[in-house]
T-cell receptor, first 113, second 113 residues
């Protein structure tokens, strides 16, 4: 069964450092999402791509976060500089289209010290 | 914007009993309501979903009911088993014409053998 791949699974960094997360969606899925999940809460959307275009980044802290999906396939989410409050699980999801079922990867757990 | 409230936050049942989790939402234009199960260290996995033209949907031991007038929907798990123990999230597809899912706060279900 096809899965959304994410790496790394875990990342520990010090505040003010730069971190990057990678996501490879299910083949053929045009829509890709990055969610942030704080411990004990539900996921919150950071950014949504349709192919290589950003559809919704209204909740992305653009002063420190950036996301790209250059060829409309895999995607990278970057944080620079990381802050203590960024500690969370970063989840990638993909779907055939924005009205279709979203499939989630296992996530990257970030700890900022 | 859309707001989703989920109750209870924790639920403990004996194996074989039923479990019910309820969610309310605020945007009457919302029309897609998925439920996700998240096990420790994993990403959310879709277990059942319902669209607004249907009042109830069942898949083996799992069922979801939707009351659009009252703006609430519920997850019902019958004959619970220890492997049902996990965190369950309801979600609502917002009416913003993007794929943004608004998640509830989660319910930790513990099934005691």
């Amino acid at each position: 069964e096809a899965e959304v791949a994410q790496s790394p699974r875990y990342k520990i960094t010090e505040k003010s450092q730069a971190v990057a997360f990678w996501c490879d969606p299910i083949s053929g899925h045009a829509t890709l999402y990055w969610y942030r999940q704080i411990l004990g809460q539900g996921p919150e959307l950071l950014v949504q791509f349709q192919d290589e275009s950003v559809v919704d980044d209204s909740q992305l802290p653009k002063d420190r976060f950036s996301a790209e999906r250059l060829k409309g396939v895999d995607s990278t989410l970057k944080i620079q500089p990381a802050e203590l409050g960024d500690s969370a699980m970063y989840l990638c999801a993909s779907s055939l289209g924005w009205l279709n079922i979203q499939y989630f990867g296992a996530g990257t757990r970030l700890s900022v010290l | 914007g859309e707001n989703v409230e989920q109750h209870p936050s924790t639920l403990s049942v004996q194996e074989g009993d039923s479990a019910v989790i309820k969610c309310t939402y605020s945007d009457s234009a919302s029309n897609y309501f998925p439920w996700y199960k998240q096990e420790l260290g994993k990403g959310p996995q879709l277990i059942i979903d319902i669209r607004s033209n249907v009042g109830e949907k069942k898949d083996q031991r799992i069922a979801v009911t939707l009351n659009k007038t009252a703006k609430h929907f519920s997850l019902h798990i019958t004959e619970t088993q220890p492997e049902d123990s996990a965190v369950y999230f309801c979600a609502v597809l917002g009416s913003s014409n993007t794929g943004k899912l608004i998640f509830g706060q989660g319910t930790t279900l513990q099934v005691k053998p």
